[in-house]
């Protein structure tokens, strides 16, 4: 079935570094999303991405869509404490439009 | 404009006892979803309303769990009885439609079963 895959499920990193999470469908999307869960909080949406090869940028926050509409990369420059948390990606299913949630990458900032 | 709301945000049971979570949408969205967190994962849809009509509840656990969306605004999950396994974090969200909208997450219940 149609699937949404996330990578790292964990990465961590020296506050200042950047991190990067990656997210690939096995379908084309006509859209994905993506949320923020902070540690004992509930997901957050961040933004959407709609138009092949798009790429939007929050502050140090820089998102991708992939030519293909398959892929997409969330990649946040010199993190800071304040983006500890668990990003995920979501698309929507074809047949319904469900979204279909990757599994998460953790993002942990190393003491 | 008011968030999702969820309540209780705790919930502390034996098993075999039954629990009940109730949700409200933000003003105006037509579609609901209920969700299970566990620990470590991702959300996984338990099902999904348009308006007071549930639509997708392939993944809600029939023979223990239901859910009500009356009048198409508030709804109610029920787990009856509740097993060990039943302990996680469960959210309501909801949207302006179904169509891929993004989705706005209440603060969840999470749910402890003894």
């Known amino acids: 079935g149609q699937q949404v895959m996330q990578i790292p499920q964990y990465q961590h990193v020296q506050e200042g570094e950047d991190f990067t999470t990656y997210c690939n469908s096995s379908?084309?999307?006509?859209?994905i999303q993506w949320y923020k869960q902070r540690p004992g909080g509930h997901p957050v949406f961040l933004i959407q991405?709609?138009?092949s090869g798009e790429v939007k940028k929050q502050k140090r926050l820089t998102f991708q869509f992939g030519e293909a509409k398959k892929n997409s990369s969330l990649h946040i420059t010199a993190t800071q404490t304040t983006d500890v948390g668990t990003y995920f990606c979501?698309?929507?299913?074809?047949?319904?439009?469900?979204?279909?949630w990757g599994a998460g990458t953790k993002l942990i900032i190393k003491p | 404009e008011a968030g999702v709301v969820q309540s209780p945000r705790y919930k502390i049971i034996e098993k075999k006892q039954p629990v009940a979570f109730w949700c409200n949408p933000i003003?105006?969205?037509?579609?609901l979803y209920w969700y299970r967190q566990n620990l470590g994962q991702g959300p996984e849809l338990l099902i999904r309303?348009?308006?007071?009509?549930?639509?997708?509840d392939s993944q809600l656990p029939k023979d223990r769990f239901s859910a009500e969306r009356l009048k198409g605004v508030d709804s109610t999950l029920k787990i009856q009885p509740a097993e060990l396994g039943d302990s996680a974090v469960y959210l309501c969200?909801?949207?302006?439609?179904?169509?891929?909208?993004?989705?706005?997450f209440g603060p969840g219940t999470r749910l402890t079963v003894l």
């Open positions: 379908t084309t999307l006509s859209n």
């Open positions: 969200a909801s949207s302006l439609s179904r169509d891929g909208d993004t989705q706005y």
């Open positions: 979501a698309g929507p299913r074809d047949s319904n439009y469900q979204l279909i």
């Open positions: 309303y348009e308006n007071e009509e549930a639509v997708d």
């Open positions: 991405l709609v138009k």
């Open positions: 003003s105006g969205h037509n579609t």
